[in-house]
């Protein structure tokens, strides 16, 4: 997997929109950007997968610029339930499936929803 | 669809003990990973079975090994367990040779403490 760079933790108060960066300058052609979210004492939860431009769910929206050296995991108007653990990682689709590849986890970025 | 299940969620153990961790699979995937997670520290990976063997290993010592059985479960077991083993033990499964747009499934993880 490409080598990732995110912020290491992030406050913010309830109701607000989240914006958490991650930075791959060495993303390859083939590379997707994946979002995992862990609480407490859980194991982490895919959040979001993508290529180009902007992905939306339920959950969150990914915006990836033209270049994709870098990529935004925004979370619309947070509530104290959203206070988690982020991380993003970058690699071919197999191997963020775990297809015969190790999938290796950063530290992450720790997101506090403040009341 | 049962996700992914870990037994048991807490275990102690002695310094020097052995210990044998559980994992079963989300139906339909036929590869699991395992992962240690330290506080405050991403999962790093320690192994990936696939086919009934070790197809991907991480930086752990011999001590860790592990084995799957002909139905994808699998198990986790350490020897002569250090205080430096306490973590949070994570199982992920995925489809292995299926679709390559699946996520990992993780479980819940077992809270090993090792005194």
């Known amino acids: 997997l490409a080598k990732t760079t995110q912020p290491i933790s992030m406050d913010s108060y309830e109701g607000q929109e989240v914006n958490i960066t991650c930075s791959h300058n060495?993303?390859?052609?083939?590379?997707?950007i994946t979002w995992y979210q862990q609480f407490p004492s859980q194991g982490p939860r895919f959040i979001i997968q993508?290529?180009?431009t902007k992905v939306t769910n339920e959950v969150a929206s990914l915006f990836i610029p033209a270049d994709r050296k870098s990529s935004t995991l925004s979370l619309p108007r947070v509530s104290l339930s959203d206070t988690a653990v982020y991380y993003c990682?970058?690699?071919?689709?197999?191997?963020?499936?775990?297809?015969?590849?190790?999938?290796?986890f950063g530290i992450g970025t720790k997101l506090q929803v403040i009341p | 669809d049962a996700g992914v299940t870990q037994s048991p969620t807490h275990l102690i153990k002695t310094r020097g003990q052995q210990v044998t961790l559980r994992c079963s699979p989300k139906?339909?995937?036929?590869?699991v990973s395992w992962y240690q997670q330290a506080l405050g520290q991403g999962p790093q990976f320690i192994f990936q079975?696939?086919?009934?063997?070790?197809?991907q290993r991480g930086n752990f010592p011999d001590r860790f090994s592990g084995h799957q059985f002909p139905n994808y479960s699998s198990e986790l077991n350490v020897n002569a367990l250090l205080l430096g083993d306490s973590a949070l033990y994570l199982c992920?499964?995925?489809?292995?040779?299926?679709?390559?747009?699946?996520?990992?499934?993780f479980g819940n993880g077992t809270r090993l403490t090792v005194t």
């Open positions: 992920a499964s995925s489809p292995g040779t299926g679709a390559h747009d699946s996520p990992l499934h």
């Open positions: 993508g290529y180009k």
């Open positions: 990682l970058v690699g071919d689709r197999r191997a963020l499936a775990g297809g015969y590849q190790k999938v290796t």
């Open positions: 079975y696939y086919e009934e063997e070790e197809r």
């Open positions: 060495n993303i390859a052609t083939n590379d997707y």
């Open positions: 139906s339909g995937h036929d590869t």
